[in-house]
């Protein structure tokens, strides 16, 4: 089922473009990463399927339909610039929300247990939102944003600012949701952290959608055949070996990018050649170097 | 009212009635008012009654026993001369001495000697020049034999009776109504002036905290803006209530006549379409700063604006219904409170009623829909305040 669709849309600010022309579908039981640079447009095209900004031109429709109050209350969303009223209750927050987002007040306070269960704050029901610690503040926005059992979730840069340990919570979460069928979108800078929880990926720059597919699929298309090896002593230069597109050397290591339709044997047999190895290891591009590659070559 | 209106409405009321500058500002605010026109009646007759002794060097014979018998602000010592008076003042025992010279009845002058000088306006002074020009005017007439019931009535030969003529009769001016034509409409203009603020704090913390989007993900800015108004509207009339409640336990004790329920209503009006009107322009204020410093920059000004009309006040009660006033009514800022003080002091005809109504009511259609076009783009601005065009722009949208 179609959860989220977007066709053509595009915002301009003030002349700039923000979003150009991007479309995109989202699929119910997935998630779903948007990937790129700060001002690549991830909050801009987040912001439109939230209805709070209306795009110039393309359409929007979300569980099949324009975006409307009975489908807003099936979204649970974390903006980037996120914020809680300061001097108010974790409990009354809540409420608030929960009743906001349609739940009849017994539900809310039903909800509220549970979630402030779930993430470990049912002992701070009561605090106020400034005596709770970063993290804290961070889970009840999170609760904010679930109170409802919302069947799509959006998050805006969700790792931003948190800790090692509330990053693992993160994740934990997302994943749970997945498990319970859920469609999660996120927006990172964090490719690594998309790379391991995202079913679908988009990258994006300067408001336009660079690459759009499965990691698998986006891996075996833009992936390079590199080649981590470890020599005993120096080496000696590897350019002239024509297999090898690019070579970069630190000390008696070297990182080979090898030529296309070549084999890993191949160099391996002339490396042997050349030294004393003590360490072969065939690694495939990073996320994160395919996302420089096709910005900086447009590959 | 839709749900979420209903929502945000209940919770912005419910969390500013128990803020403790509401609670104060409610309760405290009018008895700081009251206390500070009580306190200084009660300290001029009080306080500046504690027997203090004033010397009296009588040369004519007649005037010390009347003034014994008449003038209370002073305890009166007879002295026999100038210079035991003046010793007695050099040395603190009396805080003044009066000489009445032998010719005084005829030439009606006197000295009054003291180290702080006595001021023209103390009631100490102005019983004290009442009682001595009693004294020669009684002195002068029964010397020509003129009857006691003369003399009186030359005393205090005329006795003006202030009315006020309305539609259901007549009603006789009092003391009280001086006060509470000022006090009313001062305390209207502070209602609404603190439910704006709060609007205005609200917008601003809103911004602050960055939890903006995350309700504007659950709710329109329509149905935010909507609800914020009502609920701080209802907070509005909530203290005004309190206030009047309060008017009227005062004024039925002391028997004074309030106005009436024609007049209130007209009040209330204004008071509500004044509120909706500020708020608006409160909100456009809130969507446009970037900090509670910058806000508060500008509503200082906004609130100067609005506060023009009450340091009108001596003019409003010399003629309210005259040209220039009934001219400020129909300016939109200054509509409220000129309207409920022309009205609370004559008789405002209908038509300068209708015409305020109607411009207040047109300039709240637009001021509501251009706040809500800012309101919708400025909350969601954080860090540089907006250019004017760039208000301009948003507005055209």
Known sequence: ????????????????????????????????????????????????????????????????EKLSEESKKRIGYIPEERGLYRKYRVSDILLYFGRLKGLSLEDARKNTEIWLDKVGLK?????????????MQQNVQLVVSLINNPDLVILDEPFMGLDPINTRNMKEIIYSLKKSGKTIIFSTHQMNEAERLCDHIFLINKGTKLIDGSLEEIKKKYSKNFVSVEFRNKIIKLEDIDI????????????????????????????LHRGDITKYEISESSLESIFVEVVTNGV | MGSKTKIVAVTEFLTNVKRKEFIILTFLLPLILVMSMIIPVFFMQTISHEKETMGVVDETGIVLPILKERYNDYIIKDLLSAEEARLLLENNNISGYLVIPSDFIKVGK???????????????????????????????????????EIITKVKNPIEMERITVTKKGEEVETPFSFVGNYLLPLFLFMS????????????????????????LSTISSNELLSGKILGLGGLGILQVSIWMSGIVIITSFLKIPLVSLEKGILIMVFFV?????????????????????????????????????????????????????????????????????????SEVPVADIIISVIVLSISLIVSVRIASKIFKIGILRYGTKPSFNEVLRWVRG
């Open chain 1, 1 to 64: 089922m179609k959860v989220i669709e977007l066709s053509n849309v595009t915002k301009k600010y003030n002349g700039r473009v923000a979003v150009n022309n991007f479309s995109f579908t989202a699929e119910s039981g997935k998630i779903y990463g948007f990937l790129g640079p700060n001002g690549a447009g991830k909050t801009t095209t987040i912001r439109m399927i939230m209805g709070i900004i209306e795009p110039d031109s393309g359409s929007i429709n979300v569980f099949g």
């Open chain 1, 123 to 135: 002992d701070r029901a009561n605090s106020k939102i400034e005596e709770l610690s970063k993290g």
């Open chain 1, 244 to 271: 090898i597109q690019n070579v970069y050397y630190e000390g008696n290591k070297a990182e080979i990018e090898l030529r296309k339709n070549t084999n890993y044997n191949d160099l391996l047999e002339v490396l």
């Open chain 2, 110 to 148: 006197v000295s009054y000697y003291s180290k702080v000088q006595l001021s023209s306006f103390s009631s100490a002074n102005m019983n004290l020049e009442t009682i001595l020009s009693d004294i020669v005017i009684e002195g002068l007439l029964e010397e020509k034999g003129v009857s006691k």
């Open chain 2, 192 to 215: 609404i002036m603190n439910a704006g603020g709060y609007l205005l704090n609200g917008i601003i913390e809103e911004k602050e905290n960055k939890v903006v989007e995350v309700l």
């Open chain 2, 273 to 345: 379409l004044g509120y909706l009107f500020y708020s608006s322009i409160f909100a456009i204020i809130g969507s446009i700063s970037t900090s509670t410093r910058d806000s508060q920059q500008i509503s200082a000004l906004v609130s100067f604006l609005v506060f023009i009309p009450l340091l009108l006040f001596f003019g409003i009660v010399q003629n309210p219904n005259m040209a220039f006033i009934r001219l400020l009514g129909m300016i939109p800022p200054f509509i409220p409170t000129i309207m409920m003080m022309r009205i609370l002091l």
